[in-house]
């Protein structure tokens, strides 16, 4: 008998990415994913620790997946496996086992390939199960090679892991160490995406661009040489990567902006702050105008690049003039859009120690709301820069109004178009005729796309 399985999925691409794969890993043992919580044998949270907000929120939808799960006993509706997974299990694994006592299972983001075995435990009633090792062997060997879903843009992790240690950040402690997938795993992964039906591929990485996977040769390939040898799949129409660190955004990588049709003129390039000495502290290693040369770069050799960004307001230590310092940054460069965060002090991090230097929470809010206020200008802007324009947008689902389609832009916009539904899945000249804060309206351009047959 099919079994149902609840994934509640926070925080960023790669717990999108590693859901999936639980997903898959699930499969073989009957169970079918369900989005209502009250109808599954099984829950897992796939979880964030980056901020403390993130982080609050397993406790709290922990709470209800309890309640959940006494009204399917009293309604004689079975049992319910509740498990932990991701970035706060990796941190806080014994905690929360002490905090929730009624969780069955918390592993880390390395180690949930032993799922099946780990739900075979639990039925067995072993008791509770804690993995929250770093394994030698990287799971993605232990992943199996046939997915449930495909999507028309789907994420590919090609590298996990961090050796950066910025000064704010848990992710080189839950994520582990740089690891980067060999080519040929990857290669096969996405042909069999593309064969179910993708057309988009994001590659993802904590520190993607840091990406030095094995080649056919045994030698190390560059992001920007993995990038060539994907292109030449046939059937994949568009290629993005995500998240990169300025200090490799490599001449060769920049390079590709212009010569690969199916790279996408969009990148996400966190900055943090626009201040040296905030950067120094974070421990960036890079200056401001070092960053500045790289955009530069970038729009050398590929003018039509959106860029995106990451920003932390409220750094311990971060005065009036450093603040200053990151407007004036983002000014320079222009955004297309772009994520911005008060600071917020990580258990085990260096910045967490700076506890004479740490900042007023409403200093951190007026900044933030001034920082946001910018940056809602910038990608106003440049999303109404487009009116007039004829822009190739794939075409992703439904959108809510009745007849609407969304798609993506190359530039990562969502843009809207009236059209029937059996368009989905096609890339279409959209003619753009409004520019709105968070998306783009359009009509699709008369015979840009066919009908299907
Ligand atoms: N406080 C606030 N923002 C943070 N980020 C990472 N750690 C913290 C923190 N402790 C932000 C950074 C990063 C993004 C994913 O989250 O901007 O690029
Ligand atoms: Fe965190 Fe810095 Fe690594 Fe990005 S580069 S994951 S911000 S430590």
């Avoid at 694994?93 to 032993?114: C, L, T, W």
């Avoid at 560059?222 to 993005?240: C, D, K, N, P, S």
């Amino acid at each position: 008998m099919s079994k149902k399985l609840y994934i509640s999925t926070y925080g960023c691409q790669m717990n999108v990415y590693d859901s999936a794969r639980m997903a898959d890993l699930m499969a073989p043992l009957g169970y079918t994913l369900t989005d209502k919580p009250a109808s599954a044998d099984m829950a897992i949270l796939n979880t964030c620790h980056i901020r403390e907000k993130a982080s609050e929120k397993t406790f709290s939808e922990l709470g209800r997946l309890r309640k959940t799960r006494e009204g399917r006993q009293s309604r004689n509706e079975g049992d319910m496996i509740i498990a932990v997974a991701g970035c706060v299990a990796q941190a806080e694994g014994a905690e929360i086992m002490k905090r929730a006592p009624f969780v069955d299972m918390v592993f880390g983001p390395q180690s949930y390939h032993n799922l099946p075995q780990m739900v075979a435990e639990a039925n067995r009633g072993v008791g509770h199960i804690l993995d929250t090792d770093f394994p030698v062997e990287p799971k993605f060997d232990h992943l199996p090679k046939e997915a449930i879903d495909t999507n028309l843009s789907a994420f590919l992790t090609v590298q996990e892991g961090c050796d950066k240690f910025c000064a704010f950040c848990v992710v080189p402690y839950t994520r582990g160490a740089e690891f980067s997938r060999p080519v040929a795993s990857i290669v096969t992964e996405a042909k069999r995406m593309i064969a179910g039906g993708t057309r988009e591929i994001t590659l993802l990485g904590q520190n993607v661009n840091a990406y030095h996977g094995e080649g056919a040769d045994g030698k190390p390939v560059t992001l920007a040489g993995l990038i060539y040898q994907l292109a030449e799949i046939e059937g994949l129409e568009r290629l993005r990567y995500t998240t990169s660190h300025p200090l490799e955004m490599t001449e060769e990588l920049c390079k590709a902006h212009r010569d690969v049709d199916s790279l996408m003129p969009y990148l996400h390039l966190p900055v943090q702050a626009g201040s040296d000495r905030i950067l120094a502290a974070m421990n960036r290693r890079h200056t401001a105008d070092e960053y500045r040369r790289i955009i530069d770069k970038l729009r050398h050799y590929q003018p039509d690049l959106a860029l995106s960004g990451d920003f932390i307001v409220g750094f311990p230590g971060e005065t009036d003039q450093d603040f200053e310092d990151t407007l004036q940054l983002v000014r320079d460069v222009k955004y297309a859009q772009a994520y911005s965060f008060k600071y917020s002090p990580r258990p085990g991090t260096p910045a967490a120690g700076l506890e004479s230097e740490m900042i007023d929470e409403a200093v951190k809010s007026e900044r933030l709301a001034r920082l946001q206020a910018l940056l809602n200008e910038q990608q106003l802007a440049y999303n109404q820069s487009f009116v007039g324009r004829e822009i190739d947008v794939l075409l992703e689902r439904e959108g809510k109004r009745e007849g609407q389609i969304v798609g993506r832009s190359p530039y990562m916009q969502s843009v809207f178009v009236p059209s029937p539904a059996h368009r989905i899945g096609r890339i279409a000249t959209v003619i753009v005729q409004e520019g709105n804060a968070n998306s783009l309206r359009g009509e699709l351009k008369p015979g840009s796309v066919a009908d299907a047959a």
